[in-house]
């Protein structure tokens, strides 16, 4: 049973910008956090941005200034914006479903995932 669906990853070079997309059908905003993840090879699972059940927004360090979450709940998707993207943004990108509204970076607390989406920067 298909929850969590990503979409959008591919191949750009530094400096350019990708929107990932995830089809979250039965996720209602008000009852659950979103969020976007991201696994490297070799390394671990970091949380980049998240969507709390009360509305608030939660980035990485590494990617303020340069990310933008948002979701459509009317339409159960929820969006990744990635501007200015550099090869330290290469990763295989997730996106995840939690209830609550805190803590919404933090991977272990989430029960739902999807399948991923490569994103991959050259130099």
């Known amino acids: 049973q298909a929850q969590l669906v990503e979409s959008g990853g591919g191949s750009v070079q530094a400096g350019g910008s990708l929107r990932l997309t995830c089809a979250a059908p039965g996720f209602t905003y008000s009852v659950y956090c979103m969020g976007w993840f991201r696994q490297a090879p070799g390394k671990e699972r970091e949380g980049v941005a998240g969507?709390?059940?009360?509305?608030?927004?939660s980035y990485a360090d590494s990617v303020k200034g340069r990310f933008t979450i948002s979701r459509d709940n009317a339409k159960n998707t929820l969006y990744l914006q990635m501007n200015s993207l550099s090869p330290d943004d290469t990763a295989r990108y997730y996106c995840a479903a939690k209830r609550g509204a805190g803590l919404c970076l933090r991977g272990s607390l989430y029960d739902d995932w999807g399948q991923g989406t490569q994103v991959t920067v050259s130099a």
């Open positions: 969507i709390g059940s009360d509305g608030s927004y």
